[in-house]
């Protein structure tokens, strides 16, 4: 299992900046890849950003350019740089690590969830 843990959120005028933490712990090494994803009220989840475990990373257009993803293996810990934030950025921001399972029959794919770290850019 993995365990993930969000933290950094908080409260920024837009314009401003916050660095978000995503935590992984117990089978690290199932994670294939981590992405940061985002879920403003009355809105579906959407993707922000994703870095595999060779280090490629995607991001939604909407934050390339203003948002960086990346990752200290050495801590288990994978990182959203958010600058020039806006008023549409506020949601809560939620971790997710896609992990590849040897179920001893077989592999299979699972994803582990964070419970969400709040975000909110006041204008």
């Known amino acids: 299992q993995v365990q993930l843990v969000e933290s950094g959120g908080g409260l920024v005028q837009a314009g401003g900046s916050l660095r978000l933490s995503c935590a992984a712990s117990?089978?690290?090494?199932?994670?294939?890849?981590t992405g940061w994803y985002r879920q403003a009220p009355g809105k579906q989840r959407e993707l922000v950003a994703v870095?595999?475990?060779?280090?490629?990373?995607n991001y939604v257009d909407s934050v390339k350019g203003r948002f960086t993803i990346s990752r200290d293996n050495a801590n288990n810990t994978v990182y959203l740089q958010m600058n020039s934030l806006k008023s549409e950025d506020t949601a809560v921001y939620y971790c997710?690590?896609?992990?590849?399972?040897?179920?001893?029959?077989?592999?299979?794919?699972?994803?582990?969830w964070g419970p969400g770290t709040q975000v909110t850019v006041s204008s």
């Open positions: 997710r690590a896609n992990c590849l399972i040897d179920g001893g029959w077989g592999t299979y794919e699972y994803d582990y």
């Open positions: 870095i595999s475990s060779g280090g490629s990373t």
């Open positions: 117990g089978s690290t090494f199932s994670i294939k890849a």
